[in-house]
């Protein structure tokens, strides 16, 4: 079982909805990551808090607005989808980041997204 | 930026028999961490290395970095059904850049 917790499991949503993908961990890691995985890549980097402050956005659209409301928690808001945005969305988190910091990301299970 | 590449892309093996999946970066790794990925699910952390040279083992799975720190190679003896999966190598970005992955090798067993 993963240490990091992620809901909903699946999400089918249409393209004028707004839902929110919810991650949890009671690690005490200080950073919190989310990513992208489309079948048959590896995970792409969205978005990365370090010290509950965003550190990290890689160009993403700004239909999707993550959130960090503490230390433990790990929201990603998301409106106005379009259906090529469908894909697993992993949430991690690691005690520490940067080079030299040995922390391995630790994944939750994801939230498998369909727009339609 | 850093890359990482992994051969082969695919691998399908007999139960029992052994195997090897290779990693390799265009830039000296500052720590290379293995994973495996279950069709949909999240990834599972295996195996962290950061010294030239360091090999680490778990169980019947063994992780080796050589000593430049360019290349990494997993190994499975006897393979079972369950190590089926998708292996990751990731890494530490150089020079304050974001946690890498390689495209990963996508291994099955046959019972």
């Known amino acids: 079982d993963t240490e990091v917790t992620q809901t909903p499991k699946h999400l089918v949503m249409g393209m004028t909805n707004k839902k929110s993908l919810k991650c949890e961990q009671h690690m005490g890691h200080r950073a919190m990551y989310w990513y992208k995985q489309k079948a048959k890549k590896p995970p792409e980097l969205m978005f990365v808090?370090?010290?509950?402050?965003?550190?990290i956005n890689e160009s993403v659209p700004s239909r999707f607005s993550p959130e960090c409301p503490n230390s433990s928690l790990l929201n990603l808001h998301l409106h106005a989808l379009q259906p090529e945005d469908s894909a697993l969305y992993l949430c991690a988190s690691s005690r520490d980041r940067g080079r030299g910091s040995n922390s391995p990301l630790h994944f939750g299970n994801g939230t498998r997204l369909t727009v339609t | 930026s850093q890359e990482l590449e992994q051969s082969p892309q695919s691998l399908i093996v007999q139960e029992g028999k052994n195997l090897t999946i290779n990693c390799t970066s265009s830039k000296t790794l500052y720590g290379l961490y293995w994973y495996k990925q279950k069709y949909g699910e999240g990834l599972i952390f295996l195996m962290m290395l950061q010294k030239g040279g360091e090999e680490k083992s778990h169980e019947k799975i063994t992780a080796k970095l050589d000593e430049k720190k360019q290349q990494s190679s997993l190994h499975i003896t006897a393979s079972q059904p369950s190590h089926a999966g998708i292996y990751l190598c990731g890494a530490d970005g150089n020079y304050g850049q974001n946690f890498v992955f390689g495209p990963g090798t996508r291994l099955s067993v046959l019972p």
């Open positions: 808090y370090s010290y509950e402050k965003l550190s």
